[in-house]
């Protein structure tokens, strides 16, 4: 069983940055590969970065490219995901995942769910 808690949203102004973190608990945490999931109300939940269990495989969706960087600490059962030059379209409820084995980028392949964190772009 692994549990994970997010932290590390707020509102922020366009332009800003935020690092967002997931601590996962469980003895094994650091076994799982990891991603970083939005979802907006009456939407799916869409992959915005993913992380293998080693940190030396990762996937970004376009819309994360050259603005997000995700990254773990496997000695302190932590995922990172650094948000930079955000938009206003990046607001949304940000979850992290995690699952055995490779990463995926559809949130149906994922086991373990945080709780959500919000992040609101605006000026």
């Known amino acids: 069983q692994v549990q994970l808690v997010e932290s590390g949203g707020g509102l922020v102004q366009p332009g800003a940055s935020l690092r967002l973190s997931c601590a996962a608990s469980?003895?094994?945490?650091?076994?799982?590969?990891m991603g970083w999931f939005r979802q907006d109300p009456g939407k799916e939940r869409d992959v915005v970065a993913a992380?293998?269990?080693?940190?030396?495989?990762?996937y970004y969706a376009d819309s994360a490219k050259g603005r997000f960087t995700i990254s773990r600490d496997n000695a302190k059962n932590t995922v990172y995901l650094q948000m930079n030059s955000l938009e206003p379209e990046d607001t949304a409820v940000y979850y992290c995942?995690?699952?055995?084995?490779?990463?995926?980028?559809?949130?149906?392949?994922?086991?373990?769910w945080g709780q959500g964190t919000q992040v609101t772009v605006s000026s």
């Open positions: 992380i293998d269990w080693s940190g030396g495989s990762t």
């Open positions: 469980g003895r094994t945490a650091s076994a799982y590969s």
């Open positions: 995942a995690g699952k055995m084995g490779g990463y995926g980028i559809n949130h149906r392949a994922y086991t373990y």
